[in-house]
C-alpha cells in the first residue's frame, strides 16, 4: 500500500513558514513587514515585556499547583503561549474592547485582571468576576469561537458611534474550523467592521494537531474572505507586538478587520484534567521548550546589557509577589449564599423564578441556618 | 384607535420602538430595501438609515453573535429570524450566550436583545417554514418568551420586549399577519399591561380553555360553537409563556375545575407538558377531570397539503372539552 502526502499538509504544520523579528536563539533579525511597527522598542520595554511574560508564566504555574492541591476544579495552561499574549495584548488601547478565549491569561493580566480574576471561576465560585466594562474585556468564554462573533458586532456598536476604538477577538487552531469564527470573518468583510481576528495556533486542539482542523495556514483563510493576514512567530514577543499593532492600526484608520495567526505552542495539557502524553511526542515539546518566548527576551536582553542579576531578581521577586496575590485570593474565597444561585438570571422580575426562588429561600429556612453552616 | 393588520402593527411597534429610542437596531435577511419576507420592515431603512436597519449576510448564528457584541456595546437589536424553522443555526448563540451572560457576568452585562420569529404554520409554506420551537426556548432560563394573538398586543408587546432588558423571543404567527383589529396607537406604553400577564379573552364557567398565539383565534372559534351546545368556555390567551402567568391561570381553573391546552408545537415534553404539570401542582383538588392537550402530532412538520390534519382545529377542541366534560367523544372505552 502507499501512503501518499497530501503536499498541503506540510504547509499547515511548518512552524517555520512565520514573519519574526527575534530568532529561538534570541538574535534580533529585520523584517520587512513588521520591523517599522516596532521601532520604538528600547530596553526598557524590553525588559517591561519580558517581566509581563515571566509574571504571566507564574499565575500559571501557581494555577496548575493549586489544581493540583485541590483549590481549583480546573485549569487551562498557557506555557509556551506567553509572547502571544502578551505581545498582542501590549499593542491595545485602554479604550478596545477585548474578547478572550479561557486560556487568554496574559491578555487578561495585561487588560487589567486581579488575581482573584484568573482563579474565582476555575474554583466554581462564580462563572466570572470582574465587571467587563472596568477592563473592556469580555468574560473569557468558553465555548469555542463564540466570542469572534462578539467582537465583530461590538466592532459594528463601535461603527455606529464614530469612534476610532477596535475589538479583537482571541481564539485557537480548534476554533478556526467553526462555523461562527467562518461567520464572523464573513461580516467583519462584509461590514468592514474594526476588528481584528487573534488566531492562537497552538498546534493542538486538545488531542488533534492542527493538521486536522486543516491542510493549509490559518492565517491563508483569511484574505479569501477579503481580510488581510499576517503569520507570525507566536513565541516572538516582539513580532506578535508588531502584527498587532499593524492590525489594531488598519482597524483604527477604517480598513477594517485584519487577522492575525500567531505559531505557536501549549506546552501543557489542555487542562489539568488533559493527558497530552496519550497523543503527542516528548520529542516535539523537548523541540518547542528550545523555541521558549521567555527565554528569548532573555537572551535578547543580555545581549543588549538590559539583563543583569538585579533585573532578574527585581522581577523574580514580583513572579512571587503575584504567585502569592493568587493562592492568597484562591484560599481566601468564599462561596455565594445558596439563594445566590437565582441571582441575575434576569434583569427584571419573573415571576415563574420568583416563586422558584421564594420557594428555595422557605426551603432553606426549614434547616433553620444548618444548611449554610453545612 | 386605527384599524392595522397585525403585519402592519409589528411594523409600527417597530418605527416607534426605534424613534423612542437611538440604540434599537433591526437586524437580519431581507430587511432593508425588500422591508423583510413578510414586509414587517417595510419603510424603515428609508426612515432610519442602513446604520440602523441592517441588512445582514444569510448566517443565523452570524446575526445573534453579532447582535451579542452589539448589545456589549449598548445597542438593543432587534433580530429578524426569516422563518421558524431558521432558527436553529443560532441557537447555540441564543442559549449560551444571549441567554447567559446577564447570568455569568453577575449582571454587568445585559442581553436587551428581541429575536422577532415569524412562527408555526397553516400558511401552506414549504418544509422548514412552519414550525412551532418555542418549547426550547421556554425550556432556556434567561429569555422570555411571548407569542402574541392580535394586532394591539402584538403592537404593544414589541414595544414591550424592546425596552425590557432581558432577551425577548418573541413568536409572530404568521396566519394571523394579515388579521386586522384595533390598534391604539397613541396610549402610552406605561399604561399597557405587562407583557407578562395573560389575558382572559372570553369568560366561561365550565372549561379553561388556555393557548397562545394563532391558536387564540381557533380557541375563541371553538368557544363559539360549544355556546351553541350550553358550553361556556373561558380562553385565555397566556400572551406570555415564559413566565406563565399562573394568577390569572389558576383563578380560571378554580372556578371551571377543567383544563385544555391547545397549541400547534408537537406535544411531547410541550408548553402543554408544562401547563399541565403546573395546574395539576396548583389546582389538584379542583379538577374535576383530568386535564387535557390539543395539540400538533409528535412528527415533523407534515408537506402542507396534509398540515389541516395535523394543526389542532376546533373539532379536536371541541373534542377534548367532550373529554373534560365526560360527554362521548374520541377517546370513550379507550383504555390510554
Given amino acids: ?374 | 384607535m386605527t384599524q392595522l393588520t397585525m403585519a402592519k402593527a409589528i411594523n409600527e411597534g417597530l418605527r416607534r420602538a426605534m424613534a423612542d429610542d437611538p440604540k434599537v437596531l433591526v437586524m437580519g435577511e431581507d430587511i432593508g430595501k425588500l422591508g423583510g419576507v413578510f414586509r414587517i420592515t417595510d419603510g424603515l431603512l428609508d426612515q432610519f438609515g442602513a446604520q440602523r436597519v441592517i441588512d445582514t449576510p444569510l448566517a443565523e448564528s452570524g446575526i445573534m453573535g453579532a447582535a451579542v457584541g452589539l448589545a456589549f456595546r449598548g445597542y438593543r437589536p432587534v433580530v429578524e429570524i426569516q422563518f421558524d424553522g431558521f432558527v436553529y443555526p443560532a441557537f447555540d448563540q441564543i442559549v449560551c450566550q444571549v441567554a447567559k451572560l446577564h447570568y455569568r457576568t453577575r449582571g454587568n452585562v445585559t442581553m436587551p436583545i428581541t429575536i422577532r420569529i415569524p412562527w408555526a404554520g397553516g400558511v401552506g409554506a414549504a418544509e422548514h417554514h412552519s414550525e412551532s420551537p418555542e418549547a426550547y426556548f421556554v425550556h432556556t432560563s434567561g429569555l422570555r418568551v411571548v407569542a402574541v394573538s392580535n394586532p394591539q398586543d402584538a403592537f404593544v408587546m414589541l414595544r414591550q420586549a424592546i425596552a425590557s432588558n432581558d432577551p425577548v423571543v418573541y413568536f409572530e404567527p404568521k396566519r394571523l399577519y394579515h388579521a386586522k383589529g384595533e390598534v391604539d396607537l397613541e396610549a402610552d406604553l406605561a399604561d399597557a399591561p405587562p407583557m407578562g400577564l395573560a389575558r382572559v379573552a372570553r369568560e366561561g364557567t365550565d372549561v379553561t380553555l388556555l393557548t397562545y398565539g394563532a391558536q387564540v383565534a381557533t380557541a375563541m372559534d371553538a368557544a363559539t360553537a360549544a355556546e351553541d351546545d350550553g358550553v361556556s368556555i373561558e380562553v385565555i390567551d397566556l400572551r406570555s409563556i415564559s413566565p406563565v402567568d399562573y394568577r390569572t391561570v389558576t383563578a380560571s381553573v378554580r372556578k371551571t375545575g377543567r383544563v385544555v391546552v391547545t397549541h400547534e408545537a408537537a406535544r411531547e415534553a410541550g408548553v402543554g407538558a408544562e401547563l399541565i404539570a403546573s395546574v395539576t401542582e396548583r389546582c389538584f383538588n379542583y379538577l374535576e377531570a383530568a386535564p387535557a392537550r390539543v395539540t400538533g402530532h409528535d412528527i415533523p412538520y407534515p408537506p402542507a397539503k396534509l398540515e389541516k390534519h395535523h394543526l389542532p382545529d376546533l373539532d379536536r377542541i371541541l373534542d377534548a372539552v367532550d373529554r373534560v366534560l365526560d360527554r362521548p367523544n374520541s377517546l370513550t372505552g379507550v383504555e390510554l
Avoid at chain 1, 422580575?349 to 432553606?364: I, K, M, V
Fill in chain 1, 1 to 374: 500500500m502507499t501512503h501518499t502526502l497530501n503536499p498541503l499538509a506540510d504547509l499547515a504544520t511548518d512552524t517555520d513558514d512565520v514573519a519574526r523579528l527575534l530568532t529561538p536563539d534570541g538574535e534580533r533579525i529585520a523584517d520587512p513587514d513588521l520591523e517599522r511597527w516596532v521601532a520604538d522598542v528600547d530596553t526598557a520595554m524590553l525588559q517591561s515585556l519580558y517581566r509581563d511574560m515571566v509574571l504571566v508564566r507564574r499565575i500559571d504555574t501557581e494555577g496548575v499547583a493549586l489544581q493540583r492541591q485541590g483549590q481549583l476544579g480546573l485549569w487551562a495552561p498557557c506555557q509556551g503561549q506567553e509572547a502571544t499574549q502578551i505581545g498582542t495584548a501590549r499593542a491595545f488601547r485602554a479604550d478596545d474592547f477585548v474578547f478572550p478565549s479561557y486560556r487568554e491569561i496574559g491578555v487578561n493580566y495585561v487588560r487589567g485582571a486581579k488575581p482573584a480574576d484568573f482563579v474565582i471561576a476555575w474554583r466554581g465560585e462564580e462563572h466570572s468576576t470582574y465587571n467587563p466594562y472596568d477592563i473592556n474585556t469580555a468574560t473569557p468564554q468558553i465555548i469555542i469561537g463564540a466570542q469572534s462573533l462578539h467582537a465583530v458586532g461590538y466592532a459594528m456598536g463601535i461603527q455606529r458611534d464614530g469612534t476610532d476604538q477596535v475589538s479583537a477577538a482571541y481564539f485557537g487552531d480548534g476554533a478556526s474550523s467553526q462555523g461562527d469564527v467562518n461567520e464572523a470573518l464573513v461580516f467583519a468583510s462584509s461590514f468592514r467592521a474594526p476588528v481584528v481576528f487573534v488566531c492562537t495556533n497552538n498546534q493542538w486542539a486538545i488531542s488533534e494537531p492542527v493538521a486536522v482542523q486543516g491542510r493549509f495556514p490559518i492565517a491563508g483563510r483569511a484574505p479569501g474572505f477579503g481580510i488581510p493576514s499576517m503569520r507570525v512567530d507566536g513565541n516572538d514577543v516582539l513580532a506578535c507586538l508588531a502584527a498587532m499593532r499593524w492590525a489594531l492600526e488598519n482597524a483604527r484608520r477604517g480598513n477594517g478587520p485584519a487577522f492575525i495567526e500567531a505559531v505557536t505552542y501549549r506546552m501543557g495539557p489542555h487542562t489539568t484534567s488533559d493527558d497530552p502524553t496519550r497523543y503527542r511526542d516528548k520529542d516535539e515539546v523537548e523541540r518547542w521548550r528550545r523555541r521558549d518566548p521567555i527565554a528569548r527576551v532573555e537572551a535578547l536582553l543580555r545581549a543588549e546589557g538590559g539583563f543583569d542579576d538585579a533585573f532578574a531578581a527585581e522581577v523574580a521577586a514580583d513572579a512571587d509577589r503575584l504567585g502569592a496575590e493568587v493562592r492568597a485570593a484562591t484560599l481566601g474565597a468564599t462561596s455565594r449564599e445558596p439563594i445566590g444561585v437565582f441571582d441575575h438570571v434576569y434583569e427584571e422580575p419573573h415571576s415563574g423564578l420568583d416563586e422558584q426562588r421564594t420557594w428555595f429561600a422557605a426551603y432553606l429556612d426549614g434547616f433553620g441556618g444548618e444548611e449554610a453552616a453545612r
